[in-house]
């Protein structure tokens, strides 16, 4: 659960600095795209409009020599002027009247028609040559337009000159500069997204990997280290973590051998008090309470004993020097014999256990017999210690998906679903009052575990009335022929 959390955090620190990085950049290019195209659009309409007008009074004024003739001469001169209008492939000229209606044009089709349009009226009206862009009544086309007035030599508007021209090739090439701006903010777009990728890598990749290591820490992996790849902050947690890893290592290596030196030293002390405690046990002039204080040593003892043999265990686990003798097993045979050894002894304290022997025959198992009996011994010797005011211990084994699956419940208090994830952790002792090392299922985790197994401890569904341990152990296939 730590690492999916890690992982999902960091992912989430990836998408923030994308979408920062991203959105800014996007928002950039759209601006710069945007202005870009504005700037170009302005640009080329501006060099339309004052080539036009250049154009449009340069011809006004030539024309305006043909104004003091009579109107017949104006208008042939007006017509010869557009037959000969050189222009004609790419601009329309039009000669418009004082009504605002095209007498003449060199396109033939706009004549009679009225523009009625701002350049046309400023050009008529004012006397200034205007300039105008919109879209053609008649087909929709976008063109622009400038006129300029046609003033007699006494200063009278008799008309006015108008330059049309279409849109669409200029339009045509802003579109292009505009895909083009698109296209290179695109390019951009990719390289910030691509290089942030990258960068970010460098970033979150050797989080994860940190994140990684310090589970593996603290679940018990001490003095794991971890490669330090850039000479950087992060490097710099590296070798914070990995002498955080070093000094827990050895801080758990004293412990262990610490340990291993007093439980060694105990074993003879012990041994000498039990073996004078049976011996004075059977001595007929000890009695009263004299001979209940025997028994209490000889049982006090014994649970002595047994907590030195866990923590040798213990040790032995924690220096690598733990090995299985693995061989064909009928786990059945084991479990059966280990209920019939321990549920002797639990008669003697009133509790019975309840086996109930499966229905079809169990496959075998690649494991070591004496191991998985400890197993079964010290769950059921916790499910007594815990479970005695009820008197009795549940005891199953079935096979189900290629696993042998064991259960023992016993009908105690359970365990408080807080302490639930932390009871198979070493030294977890909980708020139990029974005394105890806080090992023996840590050790059962260990020897599980090497048998590629799973150990699950839960609440007995009706509320805390009891504790189920699941013991599930591989089926034995062909292929498994080492542990």
Sequence with gaps: ????????????????????????????????????????????YSAVRTGLETKAQSAANFFTGYLSRTY????????????????????????????????????????????????????????????????????GE????????????????????????SLRLVNRQIGRMSALAAGVGLVIILAVVLSNLYFIRTVTEPLVELTALAHRISEGSYGIQAQKKFDDEIGDLTDAINEMSAKIGESEKVQTQFISTVSHELRTPLTAITGWAETLAYDDTISGDSQRGIAIISKESGRLTKMVEELLEFTRIQDGRFNLNVETLDVAGELEEAIYTYGNLMK??????????????????????????????????????????????LVTIGAAGGWVVIRFRDFGPGIPPEELPFVKKKFYKGSGKERGSGIGLSVCEEIIARHKGKLELENAAD??????????????????LTI
């Design 72 to 139: 017949s001469q104006y208008y042939q001169s007006a017509y010869r002027y557009t037959e000969g209008f050189e222009d004609k492939d790419i601009l329309e000229l039009q000669f418009i009247n004082t009504r605002g209606v095209v007498e003449v044009s060199s396109y033939g089709i706009s004549s009679g028609t009225m523009p009625d349009t701002p350049d046309v009226a400023a050009a008529l009206n004012d006397g200034i040559t205007e300039s105008w862009h919109g879209r053609r009544s008649a087909t």
């Design 142 to 165: 976008r063109i622009m337009a400038v006129t300029s007035p046609l003033v007699s030599p006494n200063g009278a508007v008799l008309g006015a000159m108008r330059y049309v021209t």
């Design 463 to 480: 509320g805390r009335t009891g504790l189920i341990v699941t013991v599930m152990l591989p089926v034995m296939k062909e292929e498994d």
């Design 348 to 393: 003697q304290e009133g509790m019975t256990v309840e086996y109930t022997p499966p229905d079809e025959d169990i496959p075998f198992i690649l494991g070591d017999g004496s191991r998985l009996k400890q197993v079964f011994l010290n769950i059921m010797d916790n499910a007594a210690k815990y479970g005695r005011a009820a008197g009795r211990i």
């Design 1 to 44: 659960m730590g690492k999916i959390l890690g992982k999902k955090h960091l992912r989430g620190l990836k998408s923030r600095w994308l979408r920062s990085g991203i959105l800014l950049t996007i928002a950039i290019v759209i601006l710069f795209t945007v202005a870009f195209s504005l700037g170009i659009r302005s640009y080329y």
